[in-house]
């Protein structure tokens, strides 16, 4: 695709569920991101896939998020017995290796009451 | 650690003003800097990349600097306008490929 292309746009989930947010990145880019952007806060890293190298997963702030990329493409963050506190947007960036400029997707908003 | 600091936090223009946003970093062994905008409730918009080897980077009326002696990036845009009225990201790119961000200068550019 044109851009890096994340789905759903918008989730409210109820705590104590599972959640799982797509991420498509641009074609040929084999760097991925997640970062986390709480309402009024920064940028908030929580994984990189570079591509079949082992994911650098420092930022994943408790055991209850995961996430992997199938393939070298589509990466999956899966988010389990959600909690208020993950109310936020995670958003999904691509590159074409480490170090090249990085392009960012819409953002999944994600609401947990 | 990484810190990235952006000064001042909010920053309000007349139409035609020129802008300068400011980034400062702590470690100088960065590998590239890259500046974002972001509208209210969209994703990050890549404005410029400036890698380490370079002084200074120029798209249109963008142009941003890098010093890495003195830790800092700068971000000019020449002529505001109304449509440049968003919050502008800097982010440091560690040598692991990692990107540290500020917390962003909101500009609100008046007609």
């Known amino acids: 695709g044109a851009g890096v292309s994340q789905s759903p746009s918008n989730k409210v989930t109820e705590k104590g569920k599972d959640v799982e947010l797509r991420c498509d990145p641009i074609?040929?880019?084999?760097?991925l991101y997640w970062y986390r952007q709480s309402l009024g806060q920064g940028l908030e890293f929580l994984i990189y896939?570079?591509?079949?190298?082992?994911?650098?997963k420092s930022g994943l702030p408790s055991d209850r998020f995961s996430a992997e990329r199938t393939g070298g493409s589509v990466s999956t963050l899966t988010i389990q017995r959600t909690q208020q506190e993950d109310s936020a947007v995670y958003l999904c960036?691509?590159?074409?290796?480490?170090?090249?400029?990085?392009?960012f997707g819409e953002g999944s908003w994600l609401t947990v009451v | 650690k990484q810190e990235v600091t952006q000064i001042p936090a909010a920053l309000s223009v007349p139409e035609g003003e020129n802008l300068v946003l400011n980034c400062s970093f702590t470690?100088?062994?960065?590998?590239?800097l890259q500046w974002f905008r972001q509208d209210p409730g969209k994703g990050l918009t890549s404005l410029l990349l400036?890698?380490?080897?370079?002084r200074e980077q120029t798209s249109g009326r963008l142009n941003a600097s890098l010093d890495k002696s003195s830790g800092r990036s700068t971000l000019y845009i020449a002529a505001s306008q109304p449509g440049d009225s968003a919050t502008y990201l800097c982010?440091?790119?560690?040598?692991?490929?990692?990107?540290?961000f500020g917390a962003g200068t909101t500009v609100t550019v008046r007609a």
């Open positions: 960036a691509s590159s074409l290796t480490g170090g090249n400029p990085i392009y």
């Open positions: 074609s040929g880019h084999t760097a």
């Open positions: 896939f570079q591509g079949n190298s082992a994911p650098d």
């Open positions: 470690d100088s062994a960065i590998y590239n």
């Open positions: 400036i890698q380490s080897s370079q």
């Open positions: 982010a440091a790119f560690r040598n692991d490929y990692k990107l540290s």
